[in-house]
């Protein structure tokens, strides 16, 4: 009898695709990056299935190598909130009122 303990094969690294948050770990970013780079157009070998992304690994260690686009690390810009619409709609009001 074998005293030593069943070693199990990491199934993950033999798999072809990655989940969103493999592909984050992998390239050392976050995940919100991630779906900005998808957003921004780069391609990491994505497949939507329903809500849940899969990745090529293949793919994303191509884009890892270089092979692919940049991660963008931009964020998109703000929407103007309830007090600059307030504002520009009291300028536009004060436009109309002295040009009468």
């Known amino acids: ?3 030593q303990p069943a070693t199990r094969p990491d199934l993950r690294a033999n798999r072809p695709m990655m989940t969103l948050t493999e592909v ?3 390239l050392r970013v976050h995940k919100i990056t991630i779906y900005r780079a ?3 157009g780069d391609n990491l070998g994505q497949l939507k299935i329903g809500r849940v992304w899969r990745f090529s690994r293949e793919d994303v260690v191509r884009f890892a190598d270089g092979e ?3 991660i963008v690390k931009a964020r ?3 929407r103007a909130g309830p007090i600059a619409l307030t504002t520009s709609f009291r300028h536009e009001l004060l436009e109309r009122r002295f040009t009468q």
Do not use: C, I, Q, V
């Open 1 to 3: 009898m074998n005293d």
């Open 68 to 70: 692919g686009g940049t």
């Open 24 to 26: 984050a770990e992998y």
């Open 38 to 40: 998808l957003k921004a």
């Open 76 to 78: 998109a810009p703000r």
